[in-house]
Nanobody, 117 residues
Framework: QVQLVESGGGWVQPGGSLRLSCAAA????????MEWHRQAPGKQRELVAS???????TYGDSVKGRFTISRDNIRNTVSLQMNSLKPEDTAVYFC???????????WGQGTQVTVST
């Protein structure tokens, strides 16, 4: 079992920025694919960004060019820098960790991001 703890959510005006962080309590963190997902009210959970153990990044179409995922394999953390935020980015953001070949892994408790005037 990998414990994941997210932080950094909150309220921001459209066009603003937030940085989310996820701390993993596991000494094999560097072996995991680390992802950020989000779920808005009444919508399915969607993949926002993913980073492989080797640093390869992928992004959902709606956040490309605005969000950046990064990881620190020394501190066992993964971050999501969110710029040019839009109201449609409002959601609960979840950190997810899985090993290669897994369809699902471990989830954090989620952190709320609200973008509004």
């Amino acid at each position: 079992q990998v414990q994941l703890v997210e932080s950094g959510g909150g309220w921001v005006q459209p066009g603003g920025s937030l940085r989310l962080s996820c701390a993993a309590a596991d000494n094999i963190f560097r072996q995991y694919i680390m992802e950020w997902h989000r779920q808005a009210p009444g919508k399915q959970r969607e993949l926002v960004a993913s980073m492989s153990p080797t640093g390869s990044e992928t992004y959902g179409d709606s956040v490309k060019g605005r969000f950046t995922i990064s990881r620190d394999n020394i501190r066992n953390t993964v971050s999501l820098q969110m710029n040019s935020l839009k109201p449609e980015d409002t959601a609960v953001y979840f950190c997810h960790a899985k090993l290669t070949g897994w369809t699902s892994g471990y989830w954090g408790q989620g952190t709320q991001v609200t973008v509004s005037t």
